[in-house]
């Protein structure tokens, strides 16, 4: 795992915001929480992360419109893992150009798999 690694976690189910966000905080990660699209877009122009948990249906600015907004701005851009209970999670991701999705109800050490899969990529990539 790289410590250093940012990680934007965008989700308005405040339950999962905070699991989320304590769990990658306790591995070492830096961790940006976001509420909706609208504050997660403002978040990644200001402080730009290595990987991007994203949940799909969210007041304000959804999954949907913060991905093609955030991918309309210059780059890099991070990846993007949905998160999502949807039944056609991996389908959604497609759908948005996401390098990944996490179904929910996901475990810890799922997570965490995703977390360092996708930070190591991305950070091996710079």
Known sequence: MT??????????D??????????LAEEGYEV???RDGAEA???ATREPPDLIL????MPVMDGWQF??????RPGPHAPIIVMTAARDAPGI???IHAQGCLPKPF?????????????RQRIAAV
């Open 41 to 43: 877009l403002e978040l």
């Open 107 to 119: 475990t810890l050490t799922d997570l965490l798999d995703v977390a360092a899969r996708f930070t």
């Open 67 to 72: 991905a093609a907004a955030y991918r309309s």
């Open 32 to 34: 940006l929480a976001a």
């Open 93 to 95: 991701a497609n759908e």
């Open 54 to 57: 994203l949940d799909m249906r």
């Open 14 to 23: 405040e339950g999962i915001l905070g699991f989320v966000t304590e769990a």
């Open 3 to 12: 410590a250093s690694a940012r990680i934007l976690v965008v989700d308005d």
